[in-house]
C-alpha cells in the first residue's frame, strides 16, 4: 500500500472516530468528565458558556466528518454540485464553530497561554476558510486548494487535542492544568506546519 494512500485511511479514521466524539456528550454526564470536568459551576450554569461550547464541539464535528471527503479530485471531479454544497456546509460549520470557540477559549483551563494557544487556532482557523471561500469565489483553484489544506489541518486539531491530552502529562509527569496550556499550541502548530509541508511537496510535484 502506498504512503499516501495510508496517510489519507488513517486521517479519515481518526477524522469519523472523533467527529462522532461529540455524541458521547448526549449520552454520558460530562460535567464530572472530559474538559467540562475543569469548568467551575458558575461558569457551566451560564447560558451562553454551554451555547457556544456546544456549537463548538458539534459543528467543528461536522467540519471534521465532512471536510476530508473535499480533497478527493476523482469525487469531485464526479459530483462537482454535491463538493460545492458540502463545501458550503463546511465552510458554515467552521465560521460558526470558529466564532463560538474564540468565547471558549477565553474561558480555557491553564490561565493566558492556553486562551492564547486557543484563541490563535480559533483565529486562524477562520481566516484560512474565509481565505478558502473567497478564492473560489475569485475562480483561483489553486490558491483555494491550498487554503483549504490549511483551514482542514486546523480542523483536525480535534483529533491531535484528543492524542495530546493524556499523553502530554504522561511524557513530563505533570497534571491537567499544567498540561493544558502546551497542548492549546501543540495540537495546531505541528498540523499547520504539517500543510505548508505539503503544499509545498504538491506544488513540486505538478
Not at 461529540?22 to 460530562?30: G, H, S, V
Not at 467543528?60 to 463545501?87: D, E, P, Y
Request: aromatic share 14%; hydrophobic share 50%.
Amino acid at each position: 500500500m502506498k504512503t499516501r494512500k495510508l496517510f489519507w485511511i488513517i486521517t479519515i479514521i481518526l477524522a469519523i472516530a472523533i467527529g462522532l466524539y461529540p455524541l458521547t456528550y448526549l449520552i454520558i454526564d460530562m460535567r464530572s468528565n472530559g474538559l467540562l470536568a475543569s469548568k467551575s459551576q458558575e461558569l457551566l450554569s451560564t447560558s451562553i458558556y454551554n451555547i457556544s461550547f456546544y456549537i463548538h464541539i458539534f459543528l467543528g464535528a461536522v467540519a471534521l466528518l465532512i471536510g476530508w471527503a473535499q480533497f478527493s479530485i476523482k469525487w469531485r471531479t464526479k459530483h462537482l454540485n454535491l463538493h460545492r454544497t458540502v463545501g458550503k456546509v463546511y465552510i458554515i460549520s467552521v465560521l460558526l464553530s470558529g466564532i463560538a470557540g474564540l468565547y471558549i477559549a477565553y474561558h480555557a483551563t491553564g490561565g493566558l497561554p492556553a486562551k492564547l494557544g486557543f484563541s490563535s487556532l480559533a483565529l486562524l482557523w477562520l481566516i484560512t476558510t474565509v481565505s478558502a471561500y473567497t478564492t473560489i469565489r475569485n475562480k483561483n483553484i489553486i490558491a483555494h486548494q491550498k487554503w483549504m489544506i490549511r483551514s482542514y489541518a486546523l480542523t483536525f486539531a480535534a483529533v491531535t487535542l484528543r492524542f495530546w491530552m493524556p499523553t502530554i502529562p504522561i511524557i513530563f509527569n505533570i497534571g491537567f492544568s499544567e498540561s493544558y496550556p502546551i497542548i492549546s499550541w501543540l495540537c495546531w502548530v505541528p498540523n499547520i506546519i504539517f500543510a505548508e509541508i505539503l503544499i509545498k511537496r504538491q506544488i513540486r510535484t505538478h
